[in-house]
C-alpha cells in the first residue's frame, strides 16, 4: 500500500513563495516517477511539474516554468514543490501523485497514487 501525504499549503500574498511537501509510505519510492498536479474550482486538473525516479530529468507546466522547482529526497521519501512569484491564478488545490510514466508524465490518468492534495489560495 503507498500512501501520499501532502502539506505545506495556506495563504499567501501575490509574489510570495511556498514550498509544497509530499510524504510517500511504502518501501519503492525510488521506483516511482513523481509529479504535482493541481486544480482550481469548475477547472480541470491540470499538470505542474514531474520528476524521475533518479531525479535526473524534471518537466513543467508552462505555467509555472521559472517559477517552480521540483525535486525529491530518497532518504525522507519526499517530493517537493517549491513555487516563487505566485500569481492569484496559481490558486488551487495541490496534489501530488505517483508511479505514472515517464513518456505521460502530464497526463493525470497516469498516475496509480495520489494525495488528498493540500489548497494552496494567493490573494492580491
Known amino acids: 500500500q503507498v500512501q501520499l501525504v501532502e502539506s505545506g499549503g495556506g495563504l499567501v500574498q501575490a509574489g510570495g513563495s511556498l514550498r509544497l511537501s509530499c510524504a510517500v509510505s511504502g518501501r519503492t519510492f525510488s521506483n516511482y516517477n513523481m509529479a504535482w498536479f493541481r486544480q482550481a474550482p469548475g477547472k480541470e486538473r491540470e499538470f505542474v511539474a514531474a520528476i524521475a525516479t533518479n531525479g535526473g530529468s524534471t518537466a513543467y507546466a508552462d505555467s509555472v516554468n521559472g517559477r517552480s522547482t521540483i525535486s525529491r529526497d530518497r532518504a525522507k521519501n519526499s517530493v517537493y514543490l517549491q513555487m516563487n512569484s505566485l500569481k492569484l491564478e496559481d490558486t488551487a488545490v495541490y496534489y501530488c501523485?505517483?508511479?505514472?510514466?515517464?513518456?505521460?508524465?502530464?497526463?493525470?490518468?497516469?498516475?496509480?497514487?495520489w494525495g488528498q492534495g493540500t489548497q494552496v489560495t494567493v490573494s492580491s
Open positions: 501523485a505517483a508511479a505514472g510514466r515517464w513518456s505521460r508524465r502530464w497526463v493525470a490518468d497516469e498516475y496509480d497514487y
